[in-house]
């Protein structure tokens, strides 16, 4: 029996699915469930995402039964042949985006011979949808925050009880030598659920890296194991400052993606076009230093070595070892945004450029260019006790309190800072200055 294709994508659940519900409509409960390991996405994916994904894939199918289908190529070679296979009557998927996912499917749409329907998106509300009265998109965040509450969005949809799932021949996932833990849609919402009970401090402690108590949520959102209708559903029942600011952060993150579907460049080209004329210096053995964790600059190091370490990095530290690229070794904010892409295992390629764009003054709703963060102030501010500092760098392991901020006031293994904060700061706003 003819059936419909599920293509998934950054939506690897089954409930609150909107797409899987209308391809098994479509598909009188008959339904294949594909997903495309995509040459162009998997490679330049390093490896915390490549061994997220395939968990993740394989959570997936031990919920289907075992029947989920993986095949290696591209899209708009891969999806239709199994369409014909079948002989499907709809191919069914979530709306995608980004630049690529926007050609990706309209190169797919063109060869497929049945329908390629698109329900619902990754996100609460979809990109394209908020706009000014005059009809215009927004560019400062607070207004757009207001209009995206005044707009809401759907309900969640529950989980289909009986899909007849059909099998065909799989791909073998790719061996990635490292089992990612917490992977796919049970971890991510009993990840959820346990995060409820604490979210009331998320306001007070969410800048403290030290407290390790943010949600660590956003590796399920990227990959769709968990959808943010679902956890704005949980936040309405709550009433607290936490839960606020919570819902605050899932909306600056749907404030990325709708500005990178109206301007597609900022991946990597600064949305304020007069950053094309600022000067840079070009990546060398500072660059290199940064990566390693080796600038002499502790909390930086320690988001460094996190990164490289877990796949993960404080969000407060990330504002703090972007701002030092950018500002304190005058490196274009694109290769530190690549070297995120490559090593973090929720590398969202909107959040990622255009949180990075706000850091180096040149995207939208940005802080001045003038506010430099000083590496050592936010450690001693957002690390009090030197706990974080102390947990990633073990050549300060014991320095005791605030001194794992200040080093070089103590005798220890740890490098020289590679630059002079104020002199760097003082060239930044010089060559700010010359643009201006």
């Known amino acids: 029996m003819a059936g419909a294709v599920m293509w998934f994508r950054r939506d690897l659940r089954l409930a609150d699915n909107p797409a899987l519900l209308d391809a098994l409509a479509a598909g009188d409960g008959h339904v294949l469930g ?70 990706r499917d309209a190169a797919v749409e063109k060869v497929l011979g049945c329908p390629l329907v698109r329900t619902g998106s990754p996100y ?58 917490g992977a796919g849609e049970k971890a991510a919402r009993e990840h959820w659920q346990d995060y409820l009970d604490q979210i009331a401090a998320y306001d007070a402690e969410r800048n403290r890296p030290d407290l390790d108590s943010t949600s660590r949520m956003s590796a399920p959102l990227k990959y769709g194991e968990i959808h943010p209708r679902t956890m704005l559903a949980d936040l309405a029942r709550l009433r607290s400052a936490g839960a606020e600011a919570y819902r605050r952060e899932l909306a600056w993150r749907e404030f990325c993606a709708d500005l990178l579907l109206r301007n597609p460049e900022a991946a990597w080209k600064p949305l304020r076009a007069e950053f094309e004329k600022m000067e840079y210096d070009e990546p060398g053995e500072a660059f290199d230093a ?10 930086v190091d320690a988001g460094m070595r996190q990164l490289a370490r877990s796949g993960f990095m404080h969000n407060r530290v990330r504002m703090v070892v972007a701002s030092f690229l ?12 690549r070297w995120f892409l490559r090593n973090l295992i929720d590398g969202d390629l909107a959040s990622n450029s255009l949180n990075w764009q706000w850091v180096a003054g040149c995207g939208a709703d940005v802080a001045p260019y003038f506010r430099v963060f000083n590496p050592t102030t936010q450690g001693l501010k957002f690390d009090p006790t030197g706990a974080y500092v102390r947990r990633w760098i073990p ?13 070089w006031n103590h005798d220890t293994d ?19 200055n010359a643009i201006k």
Request: with cysteine; net charge negative.
């Open 34 to 103: 594909l997903f495309v390991l995509d040459p162009a996405l998997w490679d330049p994916a390093g490896s915390p995402r490549q061994n997220h994904l395939v968990a993740s894939l394989r959570a997936l199918s031990d919920s289907m039964g075992g029947k989920l289908v993986i095949r290696r190529g591209d899209p708009a070679q891969v999806v239709p042949e199994l369409a014909e296979e079948i002989g499907a009557v709809s191919v069914h998927m979530a709306a995608d985006y980004g630049p690529y996912g926007q050609r």
């Open 124 to 181: 609460a509300v979809a990109p394209g949808r908020i706009l000014t009265q005059q009809g215009s998109p927004y560019q400062v965040f607070t207004p757009y925050f207001r209009a995206w509450l005044e707009h809401g969005w759907r309900g969640a949809v529950g989980t289909p009880a009986d899909v007849e799932w059909i099998g065909k021949r799989s791909d073998a996932l790719p061996q990635t030598g490292v089992a990612a833990e």
């Open 290 to 299: 940064w990566c390693k964790g080796m600038t002499g600059y502790p909390i």
């Open 326 to 337: 950018v500002k304190d070794l005058h490196i274009h904010w694109k290769h530190g945004a």
């Open 395 to 407: 050549e300060l392991a014991d320095l005791s309190g605030k001194s794992a901020h200040e080093p």
């Open 414 to 432: 740890y490098p020289d800072p590679i630059v002079d904060h104020a002199e760097a700061r003082l060239e930044s706003l010089r060559r700010y």
